[in-house]
């Protein structure tokens, strides 16, 4: 069974980091590109950032460019997001996602939630 | 950045009817879209994709059709377990921008 578990949310406040991470198991995560989407409560989905195989291509939204990093330890079987000088609007349940197929999503972790405030 | 435009945000439909969703890009991205059902509580679980092919194990009364700019998600004989927000989402080019989602409800 496919299974996508995140961990590292919690309460930070503005301008401040946390570092998410994402296990996965029940496929070989390293065949597979990975990426993370965001959901803010009571909103829809925004992605977020985009790995490829061997790390060789990384994407970002714009929201997150230069704040956000995203890497994999494929040892491990682990994806991360490291998240830097976080925002309120940076506040929402990040899921750990992944698919046969690069850029659309068929495997969602649970998520992890993050809640930026003072 | 490619934007993604749903129509309507929202709608109420009875048991059996025919429901159609909408979602415009702000630029071609040829079939490269796919649609999600979120039910609430729950992640998002994949329906179709490449516009119109249905993933394994979706029931037959959802479908996809359209390419280029204009695609649309069918809901043939709408059902009670059918309750959720529907998401079309672009894989033609990064950022992989969703659109803004329909929640459709039961009349």
């Known amino acids: 069974e496919v299974q996508l578990v995140e961990s590292g949310g919690g309460l930070v406040q503005p301008g401040g980091s946390l570092r998410l991470s994402c296990v996965a198991s029940?496929?070989?995560?390293?065949?597979?590109?990975m990426s993370w989407v965001r959901q803010a409560p009571g909103k829809g989905l925004e992605w977020v950032s985009y790995?490829?195989?061997?790390?060789?291509?990384?994407y970002y939204a714009d929201s997150v460019k230069g704040r956000f990093t995203i890497s994999r330890d494929d040892a491990k079987n682990s994806l991360y997001l490291q998240m830097n000088s976080l925002r309120d609007e940076d506040t929402a349940v990040y899921h750990c996602?992944?698919?046969?197929?690069?850029?659309?999503?068929?495997?969602w972790g649970q998520g992890t939630l993050v809640t930026v405030s003072s | 950045d490619i934007q993604m435009t749903q129509s309507p945000s929202s709608l109420s439909a009875s048991v059996g009817d025919r429901v159609t969703i909408t979602c415009r890009a702000s630029?071609?991205?040829?079939?490269?879209l796919v649609w999600y059902q979120q039910k609430p509580g729950k992640v998002p679980k994949l329906l179709i994709y490449?516009?119109?092919t249905l993933q394994s194990g979706v029931p037959s009364r959802f479908s996809g059709s359209g390419s280029g700019t204009d695609f649309t998600l069918t809901i043939s004989s709408l059902q009670p377990e059918d309750v959720a927000t529907y998401y079309c989402?672009?894989?033609?080019?990064?950022?992989?921008?969703f659109g803004q989602g329909t929640k459709l409800e039961i009349k």
């Open positions: 790995i490829s195989t061997s790390s060789s291509t990384i």
């Open positions: 490449a516009a119109s």
């Open positions: 989402q672009q894989y033609d080019s990064a950022p992989y921008t």
């Open positions: 029940g496929f070989t995560s390293s065949s597979y590109s």
């Open positions: 630029q071609g991205i040829r079939n490269y």
């Open positions: 996602v992944s698919g046969p197929v690069q850029y659309y999503f068929d495997f």
